[in-house]
């Protein structure tokens, strides 16, 4: 009886088809890589699909002689050799520098095939959603003294607060979703959670794409640097303003715009953290393993959103349910 390829290795299997950023010109010093980006990338999705989020237990669980793994080890295969564990390691703990123009590229590329603004306008919500550290908490005492009361503290994480959850340990994950009816990660980074939003947006909005007019975003994008990498790409930034209301301009076409914002932005990030258990405490330490998970994540709901737009199913329902399957 012949075995139906599952969802997992279907989904990997389309990491050949989708359109990867250009490679730098200038290539680095040191010897040519062996092994693709595309190969790496396969990985990531098997890590985050599965819950792995270590080197060792993917190639643990790859050792395992079953017909599944075989299948994966298959996959994870280039020119007939498999990397060994430094070059996964290396590779792997290298692939957070690249993802952000990863999900880039990948956004780019939905917004041609969905059409999402085909009926709308063409906007863009900006926000940032904070996630939890693991581990305990180091309190700013300790920070100042340089003392880690315990080794399940992330030292690389950081403190801010929120108005809705208060003071946060952790980290913050920025995403420049579409504000149509579905909802499409175009760009997204993961920092420290001390980091200001208004810093970050610049280099988001350069992953958006052209036809893009509009980025809607709260008061913490109302600064000079995000108004300025707007006007250069000949958008207009609509955001919430300081000061108490009313106020005295067009302050009821900015409510409007502000609660698509909210609509696009609340609902993306709820139905993300929804669908990858990100609702309590990130499984990984450390910045660039969590930025691989994190980012890992929204490439992968990206991925998810194309197989199931090359499927004829719905890319709002059912992608948590879908993605448990595989």
Known sequence: MMRRESLLVLLVKLVDAVPLPPAPV???RGRPKRYPERLFLKALIIMIVRHVYTVHALLSILAEPTHEMQTWRALLTAQGRFPARRTWERRL???P???PAQIGCLGRYLVMLVQPWERCGRAVACDSTLLQARGGVWHKKHRERGEVPHTSMDTEAAWTKSGWHGWVYGWKLPVVATVAAVWIPLAAELTAANRADGALAPALLREV???ARLVLGDRHYNVPSVREACAQSGRLLVTTRYGRYPHTDD???????????SLASENFNEHFKGIFDSHGQVPTKGLANTQRFALGAIWVYQLALLYRFQNGLDLNVGLKAFLKAA
């Open 251 to 261: 302050g009821e076409v900015r409510r409007l715009f502000h609660k698509l914002r």
């Open 97 to 99: 520098q690249t993802l």
């Open 26 to 28: 200038k290539r680095r």
């Open 209 to 211: 794409p052209p036809e």
């Open 93 to 95: 703990k290298a692939l």
